[in-house]
């Protein structure tokens, strides 16, 4: 039988928002859970109740909510319950600690943890919260519309607790939870949202992250393989959370998990052999190393056997794969009139798997000195088409093609040079002509009259 | 125009980085804009804050219709809420 100790205050103001939650609500979901709790309600939250309910061997955790400051929390009347410099005993060496408190991490906590308390949590600031203020029993955190968001978050705690898992995974749920809330509560408050997110970002584990509630049951582990490929053609990410649930005792769990990639969830059943495994696709817009936050939560099963739950979690960095291309000019034809030479260049992208590149810029230039410029873009086979006109001098007929391709996120950048051969300016080549046979003539014509 | 939250933190900020250029009474009338344009269930409701320093108890609940007037009468609140609002340690 595991037992906890629930502190609640009930004297002013923040105790009577806060606390019937604690009688009504928390006590009765710990109760389901197997959790046979103490409960050190109004005038019997003080010192010595508490200091006597710890010594109870099946006590292995307190909470509550109760103000706080830098090296103590004060129960009923601000009487102090716990203070730094306090004879903590040995019974204190089997309670994990974690109360809603302002400013205990600061000293009170570290301290307490020095003593032999194995596991503790406190915040390091204020802890802020809003509340709608109706009238309440405490039975259901709906009563309260804006206070209901932090006490889900808050216990989330102390329910994973009596689950069996260990406090540093209930810990993280805890922070997981105060970050769905903070949500939840952004479509309605976004005020409360930000509070949600200060206490969250305030709270603080010390002690041992291993340390377990004597849940009976047969404890399990998470094995966990993570592979990554990240498709740049396809601007997606393929994250496989593969994995095995092992039970500490050599048996085969069963049941489910649920695998989490960021805000992206599923269920998955496990296997015979109590493996697990899930592809996620995930698309993003920019090619750019990516952090994933990946968790599976096994939430235990029970049915001759009670296989008690556990949960872990990592971080996965995917960088950016880039491939490089080749563009081609595969066909210049020209054509002349006049001074104007008219070009036609047909051309192809394709990357280093020969796979056509669709949708993207290629500037073509007409070199002769100055450069000509026309934008062209790859269609879905990665062909370009562009047309130019160029005036160029009588006797010129040669010009340099270049097709240029200045890449993005994804694709290298490439280049081709080709020459382009084009006939000279005949009509004005014949017009000179005509006027050098005609001079001649006339000079012919000078001279023999001499 | 109504004061949104996220303006009011703005303005905290402004206040804790550049206390020149914005006053607190600048900052007490963005935050009566901005209890004045919350729905009425809210505007009844509560923001709890607790401050306790040493063993000078400072316990607040404070009804949203009382922050401005809290604000303005309590310097040690004022200083540790706008430190909060702006994101900073208190």
Not at chain 1, 61 to 86: C, K, M, P, T
Not at chain 1, 172 to 197: C, F, G, S
Not at chain 1, 339 to 345: G, R, S, T
Request: charged residues 25%; glycine residues 6%.
């Amino acid at each position: 039988m595991v037992k906890l100790v629930i502190v609640a205050p009930y004297y002013e103001e923040v105790t009577q928002l806060w606390n019937p939650f604690l009688k009504g609500w928390v006590k009765s979901e710990l109760e389901k859970r197997g959790a046979q709790v103490i409960l050190l309600w109004a005038d019997d939250a003080n010192k010595e109740k508490l200091f006597e309910a710890v010594k109870d061997p099946d006590v292995h955790g307190v909470l509550g909510a109760a103000h706080g400051w830098e090296r103590g929390i004060v129960g009923q009347y601000n009487q102090v319950l716990i203070q730094v410099g306090d004879q903590i005993g040995p019974e204190w060496k089997k309670i994990c600690l974690n109360m809603v408190s302002c400013l205990v991490a600061q000293e009170l906590i570290p301290w307490l943890v020095e003593q032999g308390v194995p596991s503790a949590v406190g915040e390091v600031t204020e802890y802020a919260f809003t509340s709608d203020g109706s009238p309440r029993d405490g039975n259901d955190p709906e009563e309260d519309q804006l206070l209901k968001y932090y006490l889900r978050a808050e216990y989330t705690f102390w329910f994973r607790m009596a689950e069996g898992y260990t406090a540093g995974q209930a810990y993280k749920q805890m922070l997981e939870e105060y970050e769905i809330q903070a949500r939840e509560a952004e479509k309605v408050d976004e005020e409360t949202a930000y509070w949600l997110r200060y206490d969250a970002s305030n709270r603080k584990f010390f002690g041992d992250p291993n340390f377990v509630l004597p849940v009976p049951g047969v404890k399990t582990q998470i094995q966990l393989n993570i592979t990554t490929i990240r498709d740049p053609r396809k601007r997606k990410d393929n994250i496989t959370v593969a994995g095995k649930v092992v039970a500490l005792d050599g048996s085969v769990p069963k049941g489910s998990v649920e695998i989490w990639v960021n805000d992206l969830g599923t269920v998955v059943n496990l296997d015979d052999q109590g493996g697990f495994t899930y592809t996620f696709t995930i698309n993003w817009l920019k090619n750019e190393e990516t952090l994933y936050h990946i968790s599976v939560n096994y939430p235990g099963w029970s049915n001759n056997v009670r296989y008690l739950p556990t949960y872990i979690d990592t971080e996965v960095s995917v960088k950016p794969v880039t491939l490089p291309t080749k563009l081609t000019i595969e066909d210049i034809e020209t054509k002349r009139d006049g001074p104007l030479v008219y070009f036609n260049i047909k051309g192809k992208l394709v990357d280093k798997d020969g796979v056509p590149v669709p949708g993207q810029k290629i500037n073509v230039y007409v070199g002769n000195g100055e450069l000509y410029e026309t934008d062209a873009e790859t269609n879905e086979n990665g062909e370009f088409n562009v047309s130019i006109e160029k005036s160029y001098p009588v006797l010129q007929t040669k010009a340099t093609v270049v097709a240029r391709f200045s890449g993005d996120d994804v694709y290298q950048s490439s280049e081709d040079i080709e020459t382009a051969n084009f006939p000279p300016n005949w009509d004005v080549i014949k017009t000179l002509l005509a006027a050098v046979a005609m001079v001649a003539t006339v000079i012919a014509i000078i001279l023999a009259s001499l | 125009m109504a004061t949104t939250f996220g303006e009011l933190r703005e303005a905290a900020k402004q206040l804790v980085s550049q206390p020149m250029t914005f006053s607190v009474d600048d900052f007490i009338h963005k935050v009566e804009d901005w209890v004045n344009s919350m729905p009425e269930w809210k505007r009844n409701g509560y923001f709890g804050f607790v401050v306790r320093i040493g063993n000078i108890e400072r316990r607040y609940l404070v009804r949203y219709t009382e922050l401005p007037k809290v604000l303005r009468e309590d310097p040690v609140f004022r200083e540790r809420y706008i430190r909060a609002l702006a994101g900073l340690p208190t």
